[in-house]
């Protein structure tokens, strides 16, 4: 465990889980609050549509987030996540037919032709949410995680705050539409939460929910693409599980989470004082005799687990195998890639491939 300015770094996996746990010594209510604070103007920008975060799920404690979590768990429940497998399956299939035809042409990128696609469409059929266009939804969840994990100055908060700002309108305008049905936002409005409290979940879900797991597709096909004859036993279907857990416990798309002292305490060994930040590392500390077991604490520990964990391994597994037994050949191609490195977050931005047939 080091001091780094301005956070508290835990790195310990041990200790990572006992803060996780310790949720009325560590609270988790500076988890959605912007590592880098938003100017004056970048604040009006947002509050023109109204745009608010208030402690609903990721930033919850207490009974109020036991009875949202109760509430989106059954949406993400076993049953649903393995039904939903062969929807990924088909999803891959389908958009590697298109990257076969593109690579006729030359190099491809895998992140615009395959990664981005898969899960929005997955999120959208388990809480029957609307769906904004894939370039729209891109650049929105790609900017909020900027804005809202990342250093940018003044100027550049301008930007990301008029495109957060068009993502929280639209998901305003989804919300209201769904009020009434089966979806998870109609679950939750008819179960009393304010239409605040449901966009804020929802924006949390967009953002983070569908984007994670698209970085993590990205992870995990190019470390793989990296090994020639791993790509091949994939090919010849062998099973992703192992390699993928293996990319959660070193470099999951997800690597810190942040969390606050609610007062002074102790952990382990060093004083804590009230109000002290700090960063867990959740990836890439795991000892490599355990990374088979720890890879879960991608997912956080506690009762703040992600509920789309499942989820989460399921597409990233199924995307892997689809992909390497439907384009064998497949090969890098040109300069490694540049990588979105923020605080709470991290994927390559590109995936060029070439046919290596």
């Given amino acids: 465990m080091t001091h780094t300015t301005p956070y508290l770094t835990v790195r310990d996996p041990d200790q990572v889980r006992e803060v996780l746990r310790r949720v009325d010594d560590f609270a988790p209510h500076n988890a959605l609050v912007s590592v880098t604070p938003l100017s004056p103007e970048a604040l009006r920008i947002l509050s023109r549509v109204g745009f608010a975060l208030p402690d609903v799920l990721a930033s919850a404690t207490g009974e109020a987030h036991r009875r949202v979590r109760s509430l989106v768990t059954a949406y993400f429940s076993p049953t649903k996540v393995a039904r939903i497998e062969p929807r990924v399956r088909h999803l891959t299939d389908a958009r590697c037919e298109t990257v076969r035809a593109r690579l006729d042409d030359g190099p491809v990128d895998l992140v615009r032709e395959l990664s981005r696609h898969i899960p929005p469409v997955i999120m959208q059929d388990l809480i029957g949410s609307g769906c904004p266009d894939l370039d729209l939804l891109n650049r929105w969840s790609r900017d909020s995680l900027e804005l809202f994990w990342g ?59 569908q984007e994670t797991t698209a970085q993590l597709i990205t992870t995990s096909l190019y470390r793989t693409l990296q090994h020639p004859n791993v790509w091949q036993r994939l090919a010849d279907g062998a099973p992703a599980t192992g390699i993928v857990r293996r990319i959660l416990a070193t470099e999951s798309s997800v690597p810190t989470w942040r969390r606050i002292a609610a007062h002074g305490t102790t952990l382990g060994d060093a004083h804590v004082a009230a109000g002290t930040e700090i960063l867990l590392e959740l990836t890439g500390n795991h000892p490599a005799e355990a990374r088979d077991t720890a890879y879960g604490l991608a997912f956080g520990y506690g ?18 195998e689809q992909t390497a037994r439907a384009l064998p050949g497949l090969r890098l191609s040109g300069p490694e890639p540049a990588w979105l490195r923020l605080l709470s977050f991290q994927s390559p931005l590109t995936l060029t491939v070439r046919s290596g047939e």
């Fill in 151 to 209: 250093w940018p100055d003044p100027e550049r908060q301008l930007e990301l705050a008029h495109s957060a700002a068009e993502l929280y309108a639209w998901l305003r305008k989804d919300v209201r539409a769904h009020c009434d049905d089966s979806s998870l936002f109609g679950t939750l409005h008819q179960n009393g939460l304010g239409e605040r409290e449901i966009c804020s979940l929802g924006y949390f879900l967009l953002i983070a929910g």
């Fill in 303 to 320: 009762p703040h687990r992600c509920l789309g964990a499942r989820l989460a391994e399921v597409e990233v597994v199924a995307v892997l």
